[in-house]
């Protein structure tokens, strides 16, 4: 099954809201200055930064990224979107090695 990216941002959007993960889009960077976004934590709640001009398919990048070392077990997700965190967990431990 082949999902829209918006749909696919539109679904790991509400997860994130689900975990309880705020979603901040702000201008990050400038034209010398090239910051991508992802995860952070700020007094002990979890952000994820990004910015909107970010093409769809880089933004479910850094979403996913960010979403995939999060618990989801518990939660009902398409087994699309499980496979997208899965990949995104996969690539993370691939680059810890």
């Keep these: ?50 910015t909107r001009s970010e093409p769809v398919d880089s933004q479910i990048k850094i979403l996913a990224r960010a979403l995939s070392s999060f618990n989801t077990e518990d939660i009902y997700l398409l087994p699309f979107i499980r496979e997208i965190l899965e990949m995104s967990r996969r690539e993370e431990k691939g680059r810890e090695l």
């Design 1 to 50: 099954m082949n999902m829209q990216p918006r749909k696919v941002l539109e679904y790991l959007e509400d997860l994130a809201e689900r975990l309880g993960i705020e979603i901040v889009y702000e201008k990050l960077g400038d034209e010398e200055f090239s910051v991508r976004g992802g995860l952070c934590k700020v007094q002990k709640t979890y952000k994820i930064f990004m």
